[in-house]
């Protein structure tokens, strides 16, 4: 069926139509999307709940099914129960071997499951040498009935053990009742009958007698047992795989659960606050250590025959930075910093010789090495000089953002290439004037130095835009400020605070 | 005042005032398609709450190179076969005898598009969903057989039902109005 005009009018005729609906509409909406959102979260707690009740059946179900395994009542039905098997199966027609040995059970196996039943056994062998040599003399003994209501009688009030004699005597081929009820018992003594070949009712009625006397333990050190006869509560282990987790599997899905919704959570937190590009400006300050590794003290006798009071090594002082830094995230957790900045480190030393230009001193350091390139140089008293060196540094460095939240956690490491731009060596004495010294062929200190940086950056958000952060950190120069030709060395070491103030761009 | 791309993006973020923007922008036009596929105003809002509120969830999926008139529409029209085919199982068209008619609708121009509205409504349910999926949407009835899961044939059928129907009482309001004209009314 084709389109034609009939329906090409009907759809014009709605062409921009309109009908407004009733207010209820977005009032019915909103309470729509409202319990929508809210529905989400109880969907979620609703399946917990049922998640954790679950976990916990289940969590019972097991260890109902330990306890019935492991505990004495369960052990006896499950013997009971292994017992009657195979006794039904092997005891009434089985062979049975004169020798005591060759009984199918195994001794162990009837003292564990009837320590009374033991006791029969040991006394019923040694009260009847003359029988069981008579017995071991027949290849092959059936149990045969014999019935005795005054023996049942009697032993009903003694031990089950005793008790599954006399139904053992009364047993018949026919009379299989009481196979249910005593299967453990009637096993026993099959087994009774087995080692020794031949059964008298006598001998079980006495034995039973005497079993009452007996100390179990005893019997159960006097006989060759397997180790988990000797246990008053045998523990179920099963063998577990290597890697198998022990966790509740209900609570380890939970966990599991838990965790999507928490990464879910992030990741749509992260969405609406990512940080992918930024700049900042930061302020530095700190302790500096010129760790002059060998230093040496000039002595008179190196310089034109001068004598030289005893000086100082180089002191500690300050460092100060003031920067900007452009930042931008290259994976999940890890960002690139790179920026520029004015550094400046002061320390303080003692100094004793001078440069003599144009007949005035100027302040020199002690160090032999900038004393080697400088012919100018003389002693003089001792006197305090503050060092005051200044560099331009390009850092680069790697972080990895170890709390990425409001408040965040960064560890940073990198290199920084230190230009050096300017030493000024200002003198604590009346005739020594000031110095600088710019790099130069004529300058002892290196033009560029390489620093390796090390910080942690602590930081917090307080809007869109913008981020504070807290810097302490390590600059550790990785060569020596002084140049190769330089006898001595000197590898700067700077601990210090930054703050910076972070512009999220995006 | 914002274009439909960052209202769309607004929606998204779940700003409520953005939601109620676009809802004024576009309830009057759905209410027009929801009051097709109902039986009732009462109906129709229903179908309207309802396929705002799926459009609002839905709206992370909507590509911004379709419009998105076209995209709420589709939404609303499915909402009202969701509602209908609850229905439509308890009462399964049959297939009618095909008829071919080919004329065009007589007086249909003079109509307010309420009282087509109106006529739509009265049509048989079934012939009501095929006959708006096929002459209004503009689906095929192979397209209808596969969304309401019935034959090709019977879509066909109850389309040509309504059309039937249609015409008659078009033809019935045509003469009620030559008479009105003519002062007979």
Known sequence: ?506 | MLDEKELIERCRKGSRAAQRALYDLFSKKMMVVCLRYARSTVEAEDMLQEGFVRVFQSLDGFRQDAKLETWMTRIMVNIALTHHRKKLYLFPMVDIEKIDHQEAPEGLARLHFTELIAMIQSLPQGCQIVFNLFAIEGYSHKEISDMLGISVGTSKSQYARARVILQEKLKAESKQYKAYGEGRI
Do not use: C
Request: proline fraction near 5%.
């Open chain 1, 1 to 506: 069926m084709e389109k034609g005009e009939f329906e090409k009018k009907w759809g014009d005729a709605f062409e921009g139509a309109e009908v407004s609906p009733s207010d209820s509409v977005w009032t019915n909406i909103e309470l729509d999307l409202e319990r929508a959102a809210g529905s989400k979260m109880k969907r979620r707690m609703l399946f917990y709940k049922l998640l954790a009740a679950a976990s916990l059946v289940f969590a019972m179900g097991i260890g109902a099914v330990y306890y019935l395994q492991v505990t004495p009542e369960g052990n006896k039905n499950s013997l009971a129960t292994q017992h009657e098997t195979q006794g039904v199966e092997e005891s009434p027609e089985k062979p049975v071997a004169a020798n005591t040995e060759s009984n199918p059970f195994g001794d162990s196996e009837i003292s564990s499951a009837a320590p009374g039943l033991s006791a029969t056994i040991d006394n019923f062998q040694a009260d009847n040498e003359p029988l069981l040599a008579d017995a071991n003399r027949s290849d092959r003994v059936r149990i045969e009935h014999q019935s005795s209501t005054e023996s049942q009688s009697r032993t009903e009030h003694k031990s089950p053990g005793l008790q599954a004699a006399n139904h053992q005597q009364n047993k018949t081929p026919g009379n299989e009742n009481d196979r249910g009820n005593n299967a453990l018992a009637e096993q026993n003594i099959a087994s009774t009958l087995d080692d020794s070949g031949v059964r008298n009712d006598q001998t079980i009625g006495k034995a039973n007698q005497e079993l009452v006397a007996m100390d179990d333990n005893k019997i159960l050190d006097n006989r060759k047992l397997p180790p988990l006869t000797l246990l008053k509560n045998p523990e179920l282990i099963i063998a577990k795989k290597e890697n198998e987790s022990t966790a509740d599997p209900g609570m380890v899905l939970l966990a599991k659960l838990r965790d999507e919704e928490m990464k879910y959570e992030k990741e749509e937190k992260k969405k609406s606050q990512r940080e992918e590009l930024w700049t900042s400006v930061a302020f530095g300050a700190g302790t500096f250590s010129p760790n002059a590794g060998s230093s040496s003290m000039i002595q008179a006798s190196d310089i034109h025959g001068l004598s030289s009071s005893h000086v100082n090594s180089p002191s500690s002082g300050s460092s100060y930075s003031f920067g900007v830094q452009l930042g931008g995230k290259i994976a999940n957790r890890v960002v690139l910093v790179g920026g520029v900045s004015y550094l400046t480190q002061n320390a303080s030393y003692m100094s004793n010789i001078a440069s003599m230009e144009s007949m005035n001193l100027k302040a020199e350091l002690n160090d032999m090495a900038y004393f080697s390139t400088n012919n100018r140089a003389v002693t003089t008293s001792p006197y305090n000089v503050s060092s005051n060196l200044q560099y331009i540094s390009v850092p680069t460095q790697i972080g990895y953002v170890v709390v990425d939240r409001k408040f965040a956690i960064q560890l940073n490491g990198g290199v920084s290439s230190d230009i050096f731009i300017l030493n000024t060596l200002t003198p604590d004495a009346a005739d020594v004037s000031k110095s600088s010294q710019g790099p130069g062929n004529d300058s002892p200190y290196r033009p560029v130095l390489f620093s390796g940086l090390a910080g942690t950056e602590f930081s917090y958000r307080f809007s869109d835009k913008y981020r504070v952060a807290l810097n302490p950190g390590v600059r550790y120069a990785l060569n020596s400020m002084y140049k190769d030709g330089v006898s001595t060395e000197a590898s700067p070491i700077t601990y210090d605070v930054a703050i910076r103030f972070r512009y999220i761009f995006k």
